[in-house]
Every structure is written in C-alpha cells, then in structure tokens.
C-alpha cells in the first residue's frame, strides 16, 4: 500500500538503555555538579547577586513543580502562588513558635503542608476541567493570603511574620557571609528536589502522566486510574511550590502576604510557558527570566525616574511582552528554540497524511 | 462441570433519557473464539463495549467474567482483569511516541510502587527495559517497529490503527474488544487485520464490532445482531446471513414496493 511509504521507516536502532548507570545515579551525578558549580559562582559574586542566585533557585523549584502538572497532564494551575503561600507560613510559624526545631524539618513540614493543600485541590480538581479549574484555582490565589488578615495575631496581618533562621554550623560562622551560604541551602534543596522529580518524570510515572494528558479514554483503559493520577500531580507539583515558598521564607527572613498576590502565581505560569511547557531545562530558562527580567526592567524604571504607577507596573508589562514575543516566534519557549530552527531550516517534507476518522469515543 | 465462558452478558439494559440504546442484551464470549457483534448504525455496538468495559452503567442486567458477577466495575482495572479494547477511532496518546503509546498499554505487566519512581532505582528501571522489550516485541509483530520513535499524528492512518492494535495486544489479553478495526482500511490491511484475528483468537477470546461484512463473515465463529439494542440473531455466519429477520434489519430502511 502507498500509504506505508510515505514515511521511511527509522533505523533499526537497538532497543539501549544507558547501562550501568541507574536514573538516580545520573541525575545524582548532574545534581552534584550543578551544585559545584553554583557554589563556586557564589564565591565570586557580591552578596546581592548571591541572593538573586538563591531567587533563581526557589522560582526554578516552584516553576518545574507547575510544569510537571501542566506539561505532563495538561491541568493549568492560575493558584501555584497559594501554594508556595502554605509553605512560607508553615516555615515562619515553625521559625517563630517552635524554635527548637532545625530548619530543615521546618521544611519538610512545608512540603507536608503544601502537599496536603495540592492533593485536596487536586481533588476538586479533578472534577473540573479547562475554564473552571482555571477559575478554582485563581480563586484560590486570590483568597488564601487574604487568610493573614482574619488571625493578625497569630498571621502577623499584612505585614506578615519577620523571624531569623540560624542554619549556619558554627564551624562557618564568621568564614561565610551569610547570603552565600543561603544561596547554598537554597540549591541544595532544589536540586535534591529536581533529582526526584527528574527520576520521576523520565519513568513509568511520567509515561502514565503523559497518557492521562493525552487520552483520558485510553489511559483508563490501559488500567491507569485517571482521577488518582490527576490527583498525584497537583500534590507533586504543590509540593515543589511549597518548598519553594519556604526556601523564599528562608531568604528573606519574612513571610507576608504580599508576597503571595495572583500576579505571582501568573508570572510563575509565564515562565513556564516562556521555558517551555513539560521541560525541567525550560524551569530553568522561565526562572532565569523571571528573576532577570524583573530586575533588569526595574533597574530601568529606576534610571528613567518614571512615576510610581509605571515603575510598579513596568516591569510585568515587560515580562508580558517578551513572554508574548518569545511564544509568537518559538511556540514550544526557550528550550525549544533549537527545535523550533531545526524543523523550519530542513526542506519540509511530504505531510504525513491523517485520517478524519478520528472520532473519541466513550 | 462445563467452564464458564470468559465473558457473560445476561439482559443488560442501558437507557439514555427515552432512548433505549440496548435492550435485555445477553451474549457470551468464550476463549478461543471470534465472535462478532453488528448491526446498522446507531444499532448499540460502542454501548454494548462501553458497559462492558464499565465507562457506561447498565440499568439492569449484569456482566460475568468468569464466572464471577462484576460489581462496582470501572474502566481502569480492566487490563489487570485481562481485557483490553481498541476503541472505533484511534484514542492514541498524540503526544508520545509510537512505542511510548505501546509501553503505557504494557502498563499492567509493570510491578514497583510509585515511591520507587521517585528514588529512580535500579529495579526501575529494568522494568523499564523490560515494558520496552515487550513493546518492542509486538511492534516488531506487527511490522511496525521501525516508527517506534514517530508520533502517531505523522503515521498514515492504516500504521497508526495498527499501533492501536499493538497497544491492546501488548497487555497480553484473554478478552480483546475491537471496536471497527477495519474501518479506512485498505483492501490489504484489511486482509492482514483478518488473517491477524483468526490467529490471535487461539490465545485469548475476541470480540469484533464491524461493518464490513465480508470480514465479519470470513473471521467470526459465531455473530451477534443487533438493532435498536435489541439481540435479533445469535449464530454461525452462515445461520445469521439466512436470518430474514437480519435482512429486515439491514434493508429495513428501505421502503418496499
Ligand atoms: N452518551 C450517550 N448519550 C445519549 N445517547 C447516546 C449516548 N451514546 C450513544 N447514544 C445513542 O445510543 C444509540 C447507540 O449508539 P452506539 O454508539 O452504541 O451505536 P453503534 O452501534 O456503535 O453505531 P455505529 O455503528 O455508528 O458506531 C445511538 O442512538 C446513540 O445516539
Ligand atoms: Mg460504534
């Protein structure tokens, strides 16, 4: 039949594997030197930079988190910015009322926290789709922070909670300025992070993750439980959120919910989509741009000596419409530039032809 | 005493609002056999699977598979029972490759927890290498293994019907639901679809929903009617094409002279 030529069959390639080496053990690998690099990156920059790197890290956290639930199975969170909410607060309040605990069982307890927020969102979730879980989770991002001003006593009201987490050995203390080795804690816990989230999405996990975005029908069908996978996701990626929220906790020795507004949890969703939607490499690249084009458009601001209602908003119209840019020549983001140029350079060749016929059933 | 047959349908009712979509259907699909089910358009078929493989609730009536009365049933513990189904388009995962799509229908032959996800243990993943050999296998079965790679959106539609195939087969079923398998196939992919059904059936049971006719005769054992959800025959092909009444069902729309 004609049709079976249209398309030259692949080489045979062997069925590899990359032996030896277990995933863990890669991506342990890559983590480690991820880890030394930025470790010696943090020697040589200035402490405010060192707090930007820290900033880098966190977003990369909570922006992966986002892109495991909306590149792997296609659910959009406009509320990833509540989450992060629940891990800063759970970590403020362990700071400030239970001081005796070390920071980072603070941090496991935020992850605990966030966790059980995104299982229950996620819950709900799964009963709605497209606009109406946007709408839920706005809602959400929206209402949570607002929690702050009903308990002022205990919330510390807008103004937040201000604490000092003391997570320096002694043995360093006086040796390493304290933004550095911020910075450290902050990539150490990210990149542990990442290195199950890495492991998780290049598995099984991430395959049956990939069948319920594509086809709810045929993923049940192949014994997957729709609902529960669903489920899954929301509390994975509102696990790297809070941790992320915490982390930021951390770093700035405050929680308020100012911090916390719709707008974040917007920017966190255009950077994945400007990092490239399902990618932890576009994490990166969507975090790196929110943390510099941020800064870059408020230094900016700052030398033209705008009024306060431009410089205030300047730098998200900024983010607006590099992100809108960005989509418009490369729809598949940063990471997919490569792609993207790759498949326009080569000579198009015959369309592969597609039946009509193709009807979802059930 | 006799075994009983995998699959017992017993007077299954579905309504939808007024319409009754199948009415006090009963049928039985035994191992090693093909049996079809046809019927017009609008006739109950896709219902008929739909409740078989629990996406559909039936008002009345029940299912035995093997014996035992399926309650609470639901569509995703169907591959750990042994029943797969192709369904009447394509229902492909568009956005994974051809042998991803394969690797997600082996799912039920995979063991380790979630937990062991995260911790990308070794055991992992020769899972993982295990899921891909087994896909591998049937993709190579099928002819089709040099695609592995492609996304089924750039397969013409005859391959991509035939990674539908592969991802039913590879769960390695003892019930296999065809939901118009043959539908815009050529004239030899339909003969090799034919050839493939006979040969599968000395494994596992398989039931085959289609409307070209002359496949359904050449494959099945045994054929279902149905029309307006109601059962009109039950018999060899041969007995059922002699049914006036199938013929009635068939040509029913046309007014006679
Ligand atoms: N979810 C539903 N809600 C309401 N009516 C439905 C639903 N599903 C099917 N029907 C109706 O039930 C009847 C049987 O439909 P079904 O899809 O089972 O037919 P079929 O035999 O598979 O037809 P075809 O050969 O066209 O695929 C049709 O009249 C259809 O309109
Ligand atoms: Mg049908």
Known sequence: MAADTVIAPAPPAPVTSRAGLSPLARHLLLAVLALAAIVLLSMVVDPFTNVRLATVGYYLLAVAGLTVLTGLTGQVSLGHGAFMFVGAYTVALLVVYVPALPFWVDLLLAAVASGLAGALTGAAAARLTGPYLAGATLALAVGLPSVTQRFPDFLGGSNGLGFTVNSMPAGLAGTVPSTRWQAWVVWAVVLAALVLLANLTRGRVGRRLRAVRDDEVSAALAGIHVGRMKVFAFLVSAVCAGLAGGLQAFLLGTAAPGSFTPALSLSLLAAMVLGGVGSLWGALWGALALVFLQAGSEELTHALALGTDVSNNLPLAIYGLVLIGVVLAFPQGIHGIGRTLRTRLRPRRTPARTSADDEGEA | ?????????????????????????????????????????????????????????????????????????????????????????????????????????????????????????????????????????????????????????????????????????????????????????????????GSRVRHLAESMAVVLVEHHMDLVMKVCDRVV?????????????????????????????????
């Open chain 2, 1 to 193: 005493m006799a075994e009983p047959p995998l699959l017992r349908v017993s007077d299954v009712t579905v309504r939808f609002g007024g319409l009754t979509a199948l009415d006090r259907v009963s049928f039985t699909a035994g191992h090693g056999e093909v049996l079809g089910v046809i019927g017009p358009n609008g006739a109950g078929k896709t219902t008929l699977f739909n409740v078989v493989c629990g996406f559909q609730q039936a008002q009345e009536g029940s299912l035995r598979w093997r014996g035992q009365v399926l309650r609470g049933h639901s569509p995703h513990r169907l591959a750990a029972l042994g029943i797969t189904r192709t369904l009447q388009g394509l229902g492909l995962f568009g956005h994974c490759t051809v042998l991803d799509n394969v690797m997600i229908g082996a799912d039920r032959h995979a063991r380790t927890g979630g937990l062991a996800g995260f911790f990308g243990l070794r055991r992992t993943a020769r899972e993982d290498r295990a899921l891909r050999e087994r896909a591998m296998a049937v993709l190579a079965d099928l002819g089709i293994d040099g695609h592995r790679d492609a996304l089924p959106g750039a397969l013409p539609y005859g391959l991509a019907k035939r990674v539908a195939l592969a991802r039913a087969l590879v769960a390695e079923p003892d019930l296999l639901l065809l939901d118009e398998p043959a539908g815009g196939l050529s004239e030899q992919d339909m003969e090799d679809l």
């Open chain 2, 225 to 257: 009617v149905l029309d307006f959800g109601r059962v009109i025959a039950d018999g060899t092909p041969a007995q059922v094409q002699a049914d006036p009444a199938v013929t009635e069902a068939y040509l029913g729309a046309v007014p006679r002279a």
